[in-house]
């Protein structure tokens, strides 16, 4: 079963214009989400983060917004840039007790393309 | 500071042989995790060391395997390698302790004929 969900794999936008990718989630455990994006022959960098008693954070052009009693998220970028173009990944963040350990649960990332 | 450095960067293998793969971490972290990524089903979650010990682990045969030194760096092992293990093999490493994000390699690109 697939916790975390991006239902759509692809987005195209016009650069200057506002990009939002979207993840739901199915697991009402998730206290913590992140997003990350990732280039192609690159590894996956950090982008962003929201715990779950907030519903919104921001970091420059990047807002995350969190809707808890839809277990929805969404990843908000304005402007768009070229260089925005990436797959962007959310991920859910569990407590495992038995590890001792927190475990992140990745969606299969939506490829955004920034069109100039 | 380095960040997360992975070897091989591509690797071809023939079906029934054996893999090693290695991840050196963050100076300064203790956990490192192994994640596949294949097209299609982002980024799997294999196993997770801290402290030379396996804390963590995901719903992958026994065929994968890995272990931690001392100077927290990883190897990953896949042995009876299949045509379905072609996949980017990501290595993470974070403090270990609370959340706090991870910090991906580059990955190994592998291929099995």
């Known amino acids: 079963d697939q916790q975390v969900k991006q239902n759509s794999p692809s987005l195209s936008v016009q650069e200057g214009r506002i990009s939002i990718l979207n993840c739901d989630y199915t697991?009402?455990?998730?206290?913590?989400f992140l997003w990350y994006k990732k280039y192609p022959a690159e590894g996956p960098t950090f982008l962003i983060s929201?715990?779950?008693?907030?519903d919104k954070n921001e970091d420059g052009r990047f807002t995350v917004f969190l809707n808890k009693s839809a277990k929805h998220l969404s990843l908000h970028i304005v402007p768009s840039q070229p260089g925005d173009s990436a797959v962007y990944f959310c991920a859910a963040v569990t407590y495992k007790s038995g590890a001792g350990s927190y475990q992140l649960t990745f969606g299969k990332g939506t490829k955004l393309s920034v069109i100039p | 500071k380095a960040g997360v450095t992975q070897t091989p960067r591509y690797l071809i293998k023939t079906r029934g042989q054996q893999v090693t793969l290695s991840c050196s971490p963050i100076s300064g972290h203790r956990s490192v995790s192994w994640y596949q990524q294949t097209p299609g089903q982002g980024l799997q979650f294999l196993f997770e060391?801290?402290?030379?010990?396996?804390?963590n682990k995901g719903n992958f045969p026994g065929r994968f395997s890995g272990r931690q030194f001392s100077n927290s760096r990883s190897e990953m092992n896949v042995s009876t390698l299949e045509l379905g293990d072609s996949a980017l093999y990501l290595c993470?490493?974070?403090?270990?302790?609370?959340?706090?994000?991870?910090?991906f390699g580059n990955g190994t690109r592998l291929t099995v004929t």
């Open positions: 697991n009402s455990m998730f206290d913590y």
């Open positions: 929201i715990s779950s008693i907030k």
């Open positions: 993470a490493s974070s403090l270990g302790q609370g959340i706090a994000p991870l910090h």
């Open positions: 060391y801290f402290s030379e010990t396996q804390r």
